[in-house]
């Protein structure tokens, strides 16, 4: 029988505003322990020029956000979707958080395409270890749109359901994304670090 309580996952994408937090909820709602994090420098939004991004820091609350788009151009970001996204993300939590900045303890990362994965590598072994406590940092690539975000979730929603199962995730977990892999069609990365 699944436990969706037993592990505790992070999910993180480059700002997070779409693929982080899809999952995010999706995976809260199943029961996992769950919290979502960008790697970026700044958060990063599309702006009404092609050069002229939306750039926030990150701590900035999505509160905050919405409401500075929403007064830039409420027509213009309401059509390409992003105040929907914010809408909600602000009922998921405060704001979007820097996975560098942060040092709790998961058991597994989920990462959204491969630069965010070297990102959080890049920064799991810049730490020095505590407990040498594993953790599996696992990658599959996502395209950052709204319908390819809410897909990922699932995916990554049937990974950790396997997960949750194992009573040896050390062990089983090679298996298990192999099995991912081939019933999915997707290439999954992994790696193991140690807090």
């Not at 029988?1 to 999910?11: C, G, N, R």
């Not at 994090?37 to 990063?44: L, M, N």
């Given at each position: 029988?699944?436990?969706?309580?037993?592990?505790?996952?992070?999910?993180v994408c480059s700002s997070n505003i779409n693929r982080s937090m899809e999952a995010h909820g999706f995976l809260a709602k199943k029961g996992f322990r769950v919290k979502s994090?960008?790697?970026?420098?700044?958060?990063?939004l599309p702006g009404l020029y092609i050069d002229k991004p939306n750039v926030y820091e990150f701590g900035t609350s999505?509160?905050?956000?919405?409401?500075?788009?929403?007064?830039?151009d409420r027509d213009y970001y309401t059509e390409n979707g992003l105040l929907h996204l914010l809408d909600r993300n602000r009922r998921i939590?405060?704001?979007p958080e820097r996975f560098q900045e942060c040092s709790e303890q998961f058991d597994v990362i989920i990462t959204v395409e491969e630069r965010v994965f070297d990102a959080v590598v890049e920064c799991l072994e810049s730490r020095e270890p505590v407990d040498n406590r594993p953790v599996h940092v696992l990658n599959v690539d996502i395209e950052d749109n709204h319908e390819e975000a809410l897909m990922g979730s699932f995916l990554i929603g049937d990974m950790l359901a396997m997960m949750?199962?194992?009573?040896?995730?050390?062990?089983?977990?090679?298996?298990?994304?192999m099995e991912m892999e081939t019933r999915k069609k997707k290439t999954i990365l992994h790696s193991v670090h140690f807090y």
């Open positions: 029988m699944a436990d969706p309580s037993k592990l505790y996952i992070a999910v994090f960008g790697t970026g420098e700044r958060v990063r999505y509160e905050d956000i919405y409401n500075d788009l929403a007064r830039k939590k405060k704001c949750s199962k194992s009573n040896d995730l050390d062990n089983d977990i090679c298996i298990m994304l």
